[in-house]
């Protein structure tokens, strides 16, 4: 059998790649966060708890609803992978796609991180971002990404071969059973694409690949959020580190991370209600 020749240009090719992109989802009606109410209830908020996240290691720590966490590099630069569930229902999750259709590839203060399916409404809200000044930079590198998916042992195993245990994937998996009770098994089904913190990461403009580069995190920056819904998370300090070189190895300096949970003083939230499910009647079109 004779390989198919590739598919000639048409004679309006450069035409057809001269049609001016449309966004997809034009956000200026989606339901605007409150950022006002929020700096005011965090003025007064105290610390209640506070988790540190050992290097190539994850935990997990809950956030009630109206309550913030925030997530801080400690002792060198060191890129987390943030997963997110509704306390109360562990099947209402982060969802990484859906929020980048929204958003971008890239999250920063007054964005927000969105629930699965049949729920889809905000789950937690950047309220700060102290690498907000990062921008874009000149390779379509930018700050805390929504294209990746988390490190994981079977793209290593893919790839080369290994059994390294210490990517994100294990590291989130581990965390969640220990939190929950559960199996490695079944904590595993819950583990989800990520917010990747302060990791610095692109798609190169020539291949279209998923690419990475040094965090310009320091230790002292931080991003926080302002939780929606009763929030369990879970925040593993990728064995990349900072991400500058790779990942799915012990080779790479890695750092702890810190991850501190603040309650606002009472009444300042007055006016703020938690949101609630997607209003879709979910009947497909079948009648209810
Ligand atoms: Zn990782």
Known sequence: MTEPAPAPEPDDAAARRAVVPVICYPN???PVPDLALCARARAGAVKVD???VPPREAA?????AGQFFRITSVEGPQVGDLNL????DLSERFYSGKSRALHGT???KGERMWSSFPHLRPMATITGDTLEWYGMDAFGGSVHDVIGTRCDPY???LLSGAQYHHCCHSNLTRALADETGMTLREAENHVHDVLNVFMCTGFTRDTGQYFMKASPVRPGDHIEFFAEIDLLGALSACPGGDCSS????DLAPCHPLLVEVFAPQEGTLAGWE???PNGYDRSHGRGS
Not at 60 to 64: D, E, I, L, T, Y
Not at 85 to 88: D, I, K, L
Request: hydrophobic letters at 30%; a negative charge; proline letters at 4%.
């Open 246 to 249: 790779e990942h799915t190895s």
């Open 50 to 52: 506070e988790v540190t």
């Open 85 to 88: 569930w509704n306390a109360n």
């Open 155 to 157: 793209t290593g195993n």
């Open 60 to 64: 997990c720590f809950r956030v009630a």
């Open 106 to 108: 890239h999250l920063t």
């Open 274 to 276: 938690s949101p609630l």
């Open 28 to 30: 200026e009606t989606l």
